[in-house]
């Protein structure tokens, strides 16, 4: 999910699928400028814009129903199904999906079976403290930067409880209840891929629950 | 005899850097092309949460919000070659929706 914005100036960007794969992935071509997008980095690699980048707009993968549920007044996209395979079981049965973030340079990811095994994890990367989080039911995966205010914490009905006894609400990444009450979390931009896509664009990246490679 | 000693003074160092250059992290752009560029779309239709019949509640989405408007993409809406970026607007901010 990027920002359609041309990284030059304050104009709409409308991107097309190019008929390209680079890597076996999309590449996306602009048809204001006729740039070519790599779809997985957000980067442009030719044309008039190359080596600039969008903006990744904060989302969220999950299930309907929680998303409905969250957001009553939410709209939909409404076309025909291209596809029926994309439940809340499709991450765990295909072993194939991947969470990445890529910050300072640096890449990890955590397999989408591992976050069902380890739903909360607090990680340092690359000097900063991350708090990942899975709700199984809804099969939806959040990072926050945490900036250190949370050392451990387990889920309880939907929300966080953090070591200190402060309540988090996930979606708003906001402090409920509790001596942190308030407080604010910050979305980290996470890109749900095929792990093996995510391998090929960042090979040094690191796993979690598998031994680096270097 | 001859033949041995020339693919392994020559040939293997020179695999092994071609080899070297390709795992490294410079990445070159070399796309290949399956076919034209597609039609993008831009005005897809949209519809409130209780007017959509195709998905259920187990489907998963692409969901974000933005200054208070939020939107839903089901993924199984988005795939194939012709679905995978949906131009839009929400809330003031020009979008691509892809993932």
Known sequence: MYAAQHP??????VFQVSGKLWQRSLVMRDLQTGSLWSHLLGEAMDGPLKGTTLKPIPSVIT???????????????????????????????????????????????????????NPVRVETFAGKEFLIVFLKESATAFVFETG???????????????????????????????????????????????????????PGSLMAGEASKK | ????????????????????????????????????????????????????????????????????HSRAYPINMLTGPRREIINDTLGGTSIAATW
């Open chain 1, 63 to 117: 299930s309907w129903g929680e998303w409905k549920k969250k957001n009553p007044e939410t709209s939909v996209l409404n076309l025909d199904l291209s596809a029926k395979r994309f439940d809340t079981k499709a991450w765990k049965e295909r072993k194939r999906f991947v969470l990445g973030i890529e910050h300072d340079g640096k890449t990890k990811a955590w397999p989408y079976h591992f976050l069902e095994e």
């Open chain 2, 1 to 68: 005899m001859k033949q041995a000693l020339l693919f392994g003074v020559i040939i293997v160092p020179l695999l092994i850097s071609l080899l070297g250059l390709a795992g490294g992290e410079e990445r070159t752009f070399q796309p290949r092309t399956l076919m034209k560029p597609l039609p993008a779309i831009e005005d897809a239709p949209f519809v409130k949460a209780g007017e959509v019949k195709s998905i259920d509640d187990k489907d998963l989405v692409l969901a974000l919000a933005v200054n208070g």
């Open chain 1, 148 to 202: 250190g205010v949370i050392k451990s914490g387990k889920l309880d009905q939907g929300t966080l409880v953090s070591d200190d006894g402060t309540r988090w609400n996930l979606w708003s990444a906001r402090a409920m209840e509790g001596p942190q009450k308030g407080k604010n979390l910050t979305r980290a931009y996470a890109l749900p891929s095929y792990r093996k896509a995510w391998l090929d664009f960042h």
């Open chain 1, 8 to 13: 030059k100036h304050d104009k709409r960007l």
